[in-house]
């Protein structure tokens, strides 16, 4: 998955989709409030061609050769194309023609024509900051102050003026008066330990399904649900629609205890009750703040991409998630987790069937076997 920003109150942004034949594939473009605005992937049957974001208020000429054209509710955006690949040499090496020609540009340098790139020579930048957590860019002593900038990008929703009224005649207050704005920066404090950071649990938000998993149904489509897209944007921001891709999240396992590095577990998908998709699905496996966990394998998935899987006699699917190496007939299906610390389990069901989207298929149970 890349990513790239948009900056639509610049220039509109020319979006390439090259031909990948019957590779699954879904672009996601989201606003500022990370609400999705366009339909592009293998389930919208979408055709090779160029694609134009535009702003809200844009106003200029399409020019010809663009099929389509997608207005942002907001200047300011992310995009996020997701292309399978599995995991032999064989596909990393046919999917790369194909990435080359993955690209987005300034309107003004369409010229009908694909434009390719070797991103495998893309600069990779250091991180801003130490540490293993997130690094932070939001700081409730600045919070008030951006907040502002924030709001003029992101046009009210219907029924959010007033909302947006009573919240800008706060901050206006606060500027003449240290007092108020010291009360606005301790209530961002309290909101940030009590409610934001608690958020990173799965646990703490969304549907509860069987067997402690959890789940949403709006996403990429919070709209003025606040609460949620705090906790998405939180724990794991930029998901696509429900019908490009369904999610959903486990911290415990199924006796409710939090799941931990010292422990080993079983997950048994029965006989052809893998995560029903018409695109792909995987497990992935993330530490305490939902990074992947450094491992001897570089191993941090499992699902349709490994070409390995050992299937059980009954015709199940049982993946091992621990810490040390298990028994070498079962190594294909190991996901390793951090020697010590707690973790999270995450499925990933790309382009969903029925199944899972009318929610009659959950995730079975995380069994600790030692």
């Known amino acids: 998955m890349g990513r790239g920003s948009l900056a639509l109150d610049i220039e509109p942004v020319v979006v390439q989709v090259p031909d990948f034949g019957d590779r699954f594939w879904v672009y996601q473009m989201v606003d500022l409030r990370t609400d999705s605005f366009v339909q592009l992937g293998k389930m919208y049957a979408t055709t090779p061609g160029f694609y134009l974001l535009v702003g809200p208020n844009w106003k200029g000429e399409v020019p010809r050769g663009i099929t389509k054209v997608f207005r942002s509710p907001t200047d300011t955006g992310f995009v996020a194309p997701r292309i399978f690949q599995d995991d032999t040499a064989e ?9 080359k020609l993955v690209m987005m540009y300034p309107l003004s340098q369409y010229d009908g024509v694909m434009k390719s790139a070797d991103w495998s020579k893309m600069k990779v930048l250091p991180s801003g900051e130490e540490g293993a957590a997130e690094t932070r860019f ?23 003026e007033s909302r947006y009224g009573q919240m800008l005649a706060v901050v206006n207050a606060a500027k003449d008066n240290p007092r108020i704005k010291a009360a606005l920066v301790e209530g961002a404090k309290e909101a940030e330990e009590k409610l934001v950071t608690p958020l990173l649990q799965f646990r703490n938000y969304g ?8 789940t949403i149904s709006n996403e990429a489509a919070f709209g ?12 794991n921001i930029l998901v696509n629609f429900p019908n490009e891709t369904k999610y959903f999240y486990q911290d415990l396992d199924a006796a409710g205890d939090r799941l931990n590095g010292k422990n080993s577990y079983a997950v048994t998908f029965a006989k052809d ?9 995987s497990l992935t496996l993330y530490n305490e703040h939902h990074f992947f966990a450094p491992n001897e394998l570089d191993r941090y ?3 349709t991409k490994n070409k390995s899987l050992k299937y059980n006699s009954d015709g199940s699917l049982t993946l091992y998630v621990q810490a040390s190496s298990p028994d070498k007939d079962k190594q294909a299906n190991w996901l390793p987790a951090p020697k010590d610390g707690d973790f999270s389990l995450y499925v990933r069901a790309y382009w969903p069937k ?3 989207t009318g929610g009659t298929w959950t995730p079975p149970a995380v069994q600790k076997v030692n």
């Open 224 to 235: 003025t649900d606040y609460f949620t897209r705090t906790a998405v944007a939180r724990s």
């Open 354 to 356: 029925a199944a899972i």
């Open 207 to 214: 549907e509860q399904l069987p067997h402690n998993w959890s």
């Open 273 to 281: 009750q893998t995560p029903p998709v018409d695109g792909f699905w």
């Open 138 to 160: 939001v700081f409730p002593e600045k919070f008030f102050d951006e907040l502002p900038a924030i709001l003029a990008d992101a046009p009210p929703l219907p029924g959010e």
């Open 301 to 303: 998935s499992l699902g």
């Open 91 to 99: 596909d990393r090496k046919a999917i790369q023609p194909v990435l």
